[in-house]
């Protein structure tokens, strides 16, 4: 994709628009809305946490008021089973009486506990406890109460005095605590339906302007791009145009070229033909000539003679092995390929053989490998061979 011929002319060092800008265009079009929604999450979460701070404290209320509650059930227990045993003179009636006893520190240290943060809370529960604790102490003798006259006296005592009017304090120091953690825990739930639905409608407009912000952001920079995209395009034609007019062009040069080098190869051809034909007749005439000059005349001929003569029909043939090679490179342009293994140090021994066989006087040495095998034709390979040897046998005299 990055090889795209659009896209390298987009982010060309001249093109429509640099790497930079690209990356300035994401910014504008996918970080930024993520940075505002960042934003927006960070408030949410914190606005949800402070949500669930006032939930907290509400169920801290609502524990509160539940453990204020069994201590007053508690103290009813106190009261009720001192008086259903005064009353029945039956100590199993003082049952509940003992159970509140042996409950009532756990319940007041615990209740302690929960309102240990409020001091104006705390002070009024340990209040309460000192109350409950001197009602206790008023009521444990006549627990004891076993004879008619015992328990009229815990009677009389009961119905009026320090324990009436203690047990009627306690009351209302439960009660007016009791309600007066009502009315917080319900202040601090409205508190918190307050915030739930301020968070609700921050969330919902923050949403809205994000939405219509990042619609524009799109849409503009969908604008932008529209229009970069449409003059790219109209570049890439015109760009396009300019290398189809050069191809063109150089197709049509290429075209005449290769006219000309197959007229030059037509004319090369030519010329060798003809220099070859014209060149032929005269050297046959010489060598059959010269040969039987050599075969009728040889034995009155001296020896410089002889020579002379030899030289004559080596150079005629020699002419001849010329001929033939300028006509086998002409002919190699225009043979179609062949490729089939081939043993080169072969051709090699067997150029080097008809050399040899030609001029038997001459010593030369060959160091060949005993086989070379190559792929390709095998007839221009030869040709190839025997002018590379044919050369080296040329220039070796010594």
């Known amino acids: 994709m990055k090889n795209h011929p659009l896209l390298k002319t987009l982010l060309a060092p001249h093109g ?58 508690q103290v009813v227990n106190l009261e009720t089973g001192l008086r259903g045993f005064l009353l029945s003179s039956n100590p199993e009636f003082l049952e509940p009486h003992r159970d509140a006893v042996m409950t009532l520190d756990e319940g007041f240290t615990r209740w302690k506990a929960l309102v240990a943060d409020n001091p104006a809370q705390s002070d009024r529960v340990m209040q309460i406890e000192g109350m409950v604790g001197q009602w206790m102490q008023w009521a ?19 119905k009026r005095g320090f324990g009436l009017e203690t047990m009627g304090k306690i009351r209302a120091e439960f009660e007016d605590f009791i309600q007066s953690e009502e009315k917080l825990r319900n202040d601090r739930t409205r508190e918190a339906e307050g915030q739930t639905r301020y968070s609700i409608a921050l969330s919902l407009a923050v949403a809205l302007i994000l939405g219509l912000l990042v619609s524009f952001a799109v849409a503009n920079e969908l604008i932008r791009l529209s229009v970069s995209f449409s003059t790219a395009l109209r570049k890439a034609e015109e760009a396009k145009k300019r290398i189809e007019e050069n191809n063109a ?13 197959t007229a030059v190869n037509a004319e090369l051809e030519s010329f060798c033909y003809s220099v070859s034909h014209d060149l032929r ?62 043993d080169l140090a072969a051709l090699v021994r067997e150029t080097f053989d008809r050399l040899q066989q030609a001029d038997p006087a001459r010593k030369v040495e060959l160091r060949c490998l005993d086989q070379a095998i190559a792929s390709g034709d095998s007839g221009l390979l030869s040709v190839v061979i025997e002018n590379l040897v044919s050369n080296a046998w040329k220039f070796s005299g010594h």
């Open 249 to 261: 062009e150089l197709e049509a040069k290429i075209q005449l070229r290769t006219a000309d080098l």
């Open 140 to 158: 444990a003798p006549l627990t004891r109460a076993r004879t008619p006259a015992e328990i009229q006296r815990a009677r009389a005592s009961v």
């Open 281 to 342: 007749a005269p050297l046959r005439g010489i060598d059959g000539f010269s040969l039987a000059l050599q075969e009728d005349y040889g034995s009155s001929l001296d020896e410089v003679a002889r020579k002379q003569l030899r030289f004559v029909r080596e150079g005629v043939q020699r002419m001849g092995r010329l001929i033939d090679d300028l006509l086998n490179l002409s002919r190699v342009s225009r043979v179609e390929l062949r490729k089939e293994p081939t």
């Open 16 to 73: 429509l628009f640099s790497r930079g800008d690209l990356r300035v265009r994401l910014l504008r079009v996918i970080i930024a809305p993520i940075l505002i929604l960042a934003l927006l999450l960070g408030v949410l979460l914190w606005r949800i946490n402070h949500l669930l701070e006032l939930n907290q404290w509400v169920n801290h209320s609502n524990e509160v008021i539940a453990v204020g509650n069994a201590s007053l059930l």
